[in-house]
Nanobody, 124 residues
Framework: VQLQASGGGLAQAGDSLRLSCAASGRTLGTMGWFRQAPGKEREFVTAIRQSGNTKYYADSVKGRFTISRDNAKNMVYVQMNGLKPEDTAAYYC????????????????????WGQGTLVTVSS
């Protein structure tokens, strides 16, 4: 399985961006997004289970970011609204064949497949 992320770019505070992740090979279980800012560890952003009905968000993005997926197209999206400078990071999509439980959803080691990062830069 290969994951291809896209949609990053430059934005101003308050702007919106939508990131996309294309999965080749097969439909995965839980898919998610992580981000890594310069000098910081990779952190969980959001995830969605295969059905699309269960979604998880980091507190820092709750209410601003929305994750969705289209299993027919093997795509996962994250709509990012109300961007803030602290959202600046490389964003990575990740996936696993399993549907992760809540206690595992934020652990990057639970994800088997990773896309390349797409950079999001938000200026104030």
């Amino acid at each position: 399985v290969q994951l291809q992320a896209s949609g990053g770019g430059l934005a101003q505070a308050g702007d919106s961006l939508r990131l996309s992740c294309a999965a080749s090979g097969r439909t995965l279980g839980t898919m998610g997004w992580f981000r890594q800012a310069p000098g910081k560890e990779r952190e969980f952003v959001t995830a969605i289970r295969q059905s699309g009905n269960t979604k998880y968000y980091a507190d820092s993005v709750k209410g601003r970011f929305t994750i969705s997926r289209d299993n027919a197209k093997n795509m996962v999206y994250v709509q990012m609204n109300g961007l803030k400078p602290e959202d600046t990071a490389a964003y990575y999509c990740a996936g696993t064949g399993r549907n992760l439980i809540l206690s595992s959803i934020r652990d990057p080691d639970q994800y088997d497949f990773w896309g390349q990062g797409t950079l999001v830069t938000v200026s104030s």
